[in-house]
C-alpha cells in the first residue's frame, strides 16, 4: 500500500482570466509518515497543432505531409518547504498562489489543435514519484489593443440580394436578405442580438432560415521541411433555426438571440495574434428554399473582445 492515500487540488473559481491570480489548495492525505517528501504544484499552459496537408500536386503522385506547431504559454511552480523534513500520517494542506500572464490566449479545442491550461500537483520522494494529479483550468485571454477596432455609433448593417430561377426556366424575381447588429463588438457570455429582414418576390414559401456563428481560424504551423504553412478552417460557435412562413411581396422580421460561450479565443487584432493561430468571428443568416437547391446568404463581421479587469 502506498504512503499517499490521496492528493488534491481545490480552486474556488470556473474560469480564470488572463492576467488574474489563481490561488487554491493541495490537500495531501497520507496513511503513514512519510520522511523527506518532495511535494510541488505546477502551472502549466501549452498549444499544440497537427495537421494532414498534400505536398507536391503537380506530380503524378501526392504525398501527405504532416504540418505541426507548438508554443508554450506558462510554466510556473512552488515546491514547498516541508521544515521538519518529515510528514506524519493524516490531512496536509499547502496553500499556493500563481499569476496568469496578461498576454495568453484562451483554452482553446478544435479539430487541428489546442490551448490547454492545467494544475499538476506531485507528491514524491528522491526515488519515487508517490501520488500526482492533474486539474484543467478555463482560462479567458484577454485584448492587448484597445484600439485594434473602432466600434461606430450606427448599426452594422448587410444586405444581399440574389435573384433565383424555379425550375430553370420561368424568369426569376429577387429575394432580399437584410441583416443588421446594434454594435459589432462584443464579449465572452454576452447575448448577441441582431434583426433580419427577409423580402420575399419569388412567389414561392421560404422553409427556414438558419442563424449561425463561426470562428474563422488561420493556424500556423512548420512542415518536416521547416517550410511555414497555414490552414484556414471555420467552426461553428454558436446556431439558432427559425422555421418561416412567408407569402408573396411580404417582408418577414425576426429577432434572433445568440449567447456566445463564457470562454472564448478574442478576435485578433492587426498589431497582435497568437504564435500558432489567428482568429476572426463571422454572423451568417441563410435562407433555404423548399423548392430550390441554392440559398441566399448573409454574412456579418463580429469582433469578440475582453478587456483587463481593473
Not at 56 to 76: G, I, L, M, P, S
Not at 114 to 138: D, F, M, P, V
Not at 200 to 216: C, D, M, P, Q, R
Request: hydrophobic share 40%.
Amino acid at each position: 500500500m502506498s504512503v499517499v492515500k490521496s492528493i488534491e487540488l481545490v480552486v474556488p473559481k470556473e474560469v480564470y482570466v488572463a492576467g488574474s491570480d489563481v490561488a487554491g489548495q493541495l490537500i495531501l492525505q497520507l496513511h503513514s509518515t512519510l520522511v523527506d517528501p518532495l511535494v510541488k504544484v505546477e502551472l502549466i499552459g501549452r498549444g499544440y497543432l497537427e495537421w494532414i496537408e498534400e505536398a507536391d500536386v503537380e506530380r503524378d503522385y501526392h504525398q501527405r505531409a504532416t504540418c505541426v506547431n507548438r508554443a508554450d504559454y506558462v510554466h510556473k511552480t512552488k515546491t514547498f518547504n516541508i521544515e521538519k523534513k518529515w510528514l506524519g500520517p493524516g490531512t496536509h494542506t499547502f496553500d499556493f498562489h500563481f499569476v496568469l500572464p496578461p498576454s495568453i490566449p484562451s483554452t482553446f479545442t478544435s479539430r487541428v489543435g489546442r490551448i490547454s491550461y492545467y494544475l499538476q500537483a506531485l507528491c514524491a520522494t528522491r526515488e519515487l514519484i508517490l501520488k500526482k494529479q492533474k486539474k484543467y483550468l478555463l482560462v479567458q485571454g484577454i485584448s492587448i489593443f484597445r484600439q485594434d477596432t473602432v466600434e461606430s455609433e450606427f448599426p452594422l448593417v448587410v444586405e444581399v440580394r440574389k435573384v433565383l430561377l424555379y425550375n430553370c426556366c420561368l424568369t426569376g424575381r429577387p429575394i432580399i436578405l437584410r441583416m443588421s447588429l446594434a454594435r459589432s463588438i462584443y464579449s465572452p457570455g454576452d447575448h448577441l442580438a441582431f434583426t433580419t429582414e427577409i423580402t420575399n418576390e419569388t412567389g414561392k414559401s421560404i422553409k427556414k432560415v438558419v442563424f449561425a456563428l463561426y470562428s474563422v481560424v488561420v493556424y500556423k504551423a512548420f512542415n518536416l521541411r521547416a517550410e511555414r504553412r497555414t490552414l484556414e478552417q471555420r467552426e461553428e460557435v454558436a446556431r439558432l433555426e427559425s422555421p418561416v412562413a412567408s407569402g408573396h411581396g411580404e417582408v418577414t422580421r425576426i429577432q434572433t438571440t445568440l449567447v456566445l460561450p463564457q470562454v472564448m479565443p478574442v478576435s485578433s487584432g492587426s498589431h497582435w495574434s497568437d504564435d500558432i493561430m489567428e482568429v476572426g468571428y463571422e454572423l451568417t443568416g441563410v435562407v433555404h428554399f423548399p423548392w430550390c437547391l441554392k440559398k441566399v446568404v448573409a454574412k456579418i463581421p463580429v469582433v469578440v473582445r475582453n478587456e483587463a479587469p481593473e
